[in-house]
């Protein structure tokens, strides 16, 4: 894999975009770090989609060692943390998914943006 930096506007009826941009980005990465890879762009972008504008834009950074992806959505919200939630209920897991399967992740204010960005090992 070579380095990659990749800036696109995920609309917000369409996560499975940002879905898309992760796999090309690793082509040549395991199954299984491609398919944890989307969860987790998924959920931010889901969360970005929901709580800010309507629409994120995302940010792909990967090399041959690590995948940085980072979502960003007009919410200035940022002391974002995983929620506890009742096994019934059939939201709210987002952040507590990428918080155990991410290597790290965090939240940033980015001028008028907030980042919520995830690393991944390769």
């Known amino acids: 894999m070579t380095h990659l930096?990749?800036?696109?506007?995920?609309?917000?009826?369409n996560p499975a975009q940002a879905r898309q941009v992760i796999g090309s980005a690793?082509?040549?990465?395991?199954?299984?770090?491609v398919e944890?890879?989307?969860l987790l762009v998924s959920e931010l972008a889901s969360n970005a989609i929901v709580h800010?504008?309507?629409?994120?834009?995302?940010v792909v950074?990967?090399?041959a060692h690590s995948l940085h992806v980072e979502v960003l959505d007009s919410d200035p919200t940022v002391d974002l943390e995983p929620l506890q939630v009742e096994k019934?209920?059939?939201y709210g897991r987002g952040l507590a998914i990428v918080d155990a399967l991410?290597?790290?992740?965090g939240v940033e204010t980015?001028?008028?943006v907030k980042a919520v960005w995830f690393n991944l090992d390769l």
């Open 88 to 90: 019934s209920r059939p």
């Open 5 to 13: 930096m990749r800036r696109i506007t995920v609309p917000a009826a």
């Open 110 to 112: 980015r001028l008028a």
């Open 61 to 63: 950074e990967v090399d």
């Open 36 to 38: 944890t890879a989307q």
């Open 52 to 58: 800010g504008s309507g629409c994120a834009a995302l």
């Open 102 to 105: 991410a290597s790290s992740w």
């Open 26 to 33: 690793l082509n040549g990465a395991s199954a299984q770090v």
